[in-house]
């Protein structure tokens, strides 16, 4: 697996837009690496993790072919996760020329009926008209499913409300594993206990980390400390292999570390900070 992270920023993005706090204005200053658009990641250029504000962007820096994706994982109905009018813009009636690319969109039902319920508000139309080229699949917490070559199993997020609204995913393909874990705080019980009854042995984690070095109290984001804790356990409980493929994404201003800053303080973790367009193989 080829993993290209096409965005590593919050939802307000990094800097953020109304912000003029210390760590926003040294981002702007320093540009490059501490630039940072709303969380995006593709993997082997046509597995698709998310369709946040800044999909059309990151789809022209990246020279993207949108014909190859025919696959989208939604994590869960936040904005910057799932901007719904631009998952929308790829359907054919916003297209003069009209083609049969369809795109197949896996996703919570609390997702799902976010959509239909922006498409009465916004369009005021019949939600089937949109649906001429995406492919809605409502999946569940824990049930594996075959998309492409890849085995992909959806995972409770610690993240919203109600546990099974947002997900967090497992990826394995050619005996690689991937465990996407990104918008989550600490992993739930029910997550942890599904990799380690089964026997999961994972390669690469890519690991939330908004809140940085702070320790505020929102339970729906993690910070360093408690993503070494989480991947100290996995080694301990054999469901990580190795600590060399770890990433650390949606970086937030709020978690106080400007880019180099962020490496520095997790380096002795064997912890990486993924950036805007980074790559990875497994």
């Known amino acids: 697996m080829k993993i290209k992270f096409l965005g590593t920023g919050g939802a307000e993005g990094f800097p953020a837009l109304a912000c003029s706090c210390s760590y926003c204005k040294k981002a702007k200053r320093l540009k490059g690496k501490d630039i940072r658009t709303r969380s995006q990641t593709i993997i082997d250029s046509r597995l698709l993790i998310d369709f946040g504000p800044d999909t059309l962007a990151h789809f022209h820096q990246h020279n993207i072919n949108f014909k190859k994706i025919n696959n989208v994982l939604i994590t869960h109905h936040h904005e910057d996760h799932l901007c719904v009018s631009e998952l929308l813009y790829t359907n054919n009636i916003f297209k003069n020329k009209k083609d049969n690319h369809i795109v197949n969109v896996y996703l919570s039902q609390a997702s799902f009926d976010h959509i239909e319920k922006y498409i009465h508000l916004r369009f005021e139309k019949n939600p089937s008209e949109f649906y001429q080229n995406i492919k809605f699949h409502i999946i569940k917490a ?55 009854s089964n026997n999961i042995q994972i390669d690469s984690i890519i690991f939330d980390c908004a809140k940085g070095k702070s320790d505020d109290s929102y339970k729906g984001h993690m910070n360093i400390d408690d993503v070494v804790k989480m991947s100290d356990a996995f080694i301990i409980d054999k469901i990580l292999k190795d600590k060399k493929k770890l990433y650390l994404t949606h970086i937030s201003h709020k978690g106080e570390l400007n880019h180099e800053e962020f490496v520095k303080a997790v380096k002795k973790y064997s912890l990486k900070v993924a950036f805007d367009g980074l790559t990875y193989t497994l």
């Open 142 to 196: 824990f049930d594996e499913i075959d998309i492409d070559g890849y085995k992909i199993t959806p995972l409770m997020a610690n993240h919203m409300a109600i546990k099974d609204e947002a997900f967090v995913y497992l990826i394995r393909k050619n005996e690689q594993t991937l465990l996407y874990f990104c918008d989550s705080g600490t992993i739930l019980p029910e997550t942890y206990d599904y990799l380690k």
